[in-house]
């Protein structure tokens, strides 16, 4: 079992930056990746960015040059932070981010895990 806590969101003026963290715990080992997706109103959820275990990252276009994903390597038996470090907000970046950790391959599953959000807002 894994659990997921998300951190970091907030309110920033347009052109400013935010990071956001989410701490996976639990058995890390069952976790091949973890990543981002978010729902902005309006608007299904959609993919962020991904880290897999083996090291690879990959960020959706729109986010492409503004939003950076990092952190662990997955290499902690209990415990595993990942970032999503974003810069330049536009006010279309408003809504709820969410982390998610897969046990096999992105996109998550029924049986994989999701935090509860994190609530971004972009606003003058």
């Known amino acids: 079992q894994v659990e997921l806590a998300e951190s970091g969101g907030g309110t920033v003026q347009p052109g400013g930056s935010l990071t956001l963290s989410c701490t996976a715990s639990g058995n890390i080992f069952s976790i091949n990746g973890m990543g981002w997706y978010r729902q902005v109103p309006g608007k299904s959820r959609e993919f962020v960015a991904v880290k897999t275990a083996g090291g690879s990252t990959f960020v959706e276009n729109f986010a492409k040059g503004r939003f950076t994903i990092s952190g662990d390597n997955f290499s902690d038996a209990t415990k595993n932070t990942l970032h999503l470090g974003m810069t330049d907000l536009k006010p279309e970046d408003t809504g709820v981010y969410y982390c998610?950790?897969?046990?096999?391959?992105?996109?998550?599953?029924?049986?994989?895990?999701w935090g509860q959000g994190t609530q971004v807002t972009v606003s003058s």
């Open positions: 998610a950790a897969v046990h096999q391959t992105w996109p998550p599953e029924e049986n994989d895990y």
